[in-house]
């Protein structure tokens, strides 16, 4: 079944995402910020990350340039409400393979 991690500090959104990719027939799992993340993804594999940026901790621009570096390539979607071209520049600049504003 294909695996999901949603990283996002808004508790309630990341319940709603996290709702709603399920009740498409996908499997989740969630963090907090990008520190708990990096944890999660030792310990088992993902398929699809969806990413905040702006979380405490270890923001998701941070999370994906450390995921890349150690060279993991799993596709990243960061989800925010950041919506400057300079934003997306960031993010596309530190490993996204898209980039959505909520």
């Given at each position: 079944?294909?695996?999901?991690?949603?990283?996002?500090?808004?508790?309630?959104?990341?319940r709603?995402?996290?709702?709603?990719?399920?009740?498409?027939?996908?499997?989740?799992?969630?963090?907090?910020?990008?520190?708990?993340?990096?944890?999660?993804?030792?310990?088992?594999?993902?398929?699809?990350?969806?990413?905040?940026?702006?979380?405490?901790?270890?923001?998701?621009?941070?999370?994906?340039?450390?995921?890349?570096?150690?060279?993991?390539?799993?596709?990243?979607?960061?989800?925010?409400?950041?919506?400057?071209?300079?934003?997306?520049?960031?993010?596309f600049?530190?490993?996204?393979?898209?980039?959505?504003?909520?």
């Open positions: 079944m294909f695996q999901i991690l949603v990283v996002e500090d808004d508790p309630k959104l990341r709603l995402m996290s709702s709603v990719l399920e009740r498409a027939g996908y499997q989740t799992a969630s963090a907090g910020d990008g520190q708990e993340a990096l944890d999660m993804i030792d310990q088992r594999a993902f398929d699809l990350l969806f990413v905040d940026i702006m979380m405490p901790r270890m923001d998701g621009l941070t999370l994906l340039r450390e995921l890349r570096d150690a060279g993991y390539a799993m596709p990243a979607l960061i989800v925010t409400a950041r919506e400057r071209f300079e934003d997306k520049r960031l993010g600049q530190a490993g996204a393979d898209d980039y959505m504003v909520k």
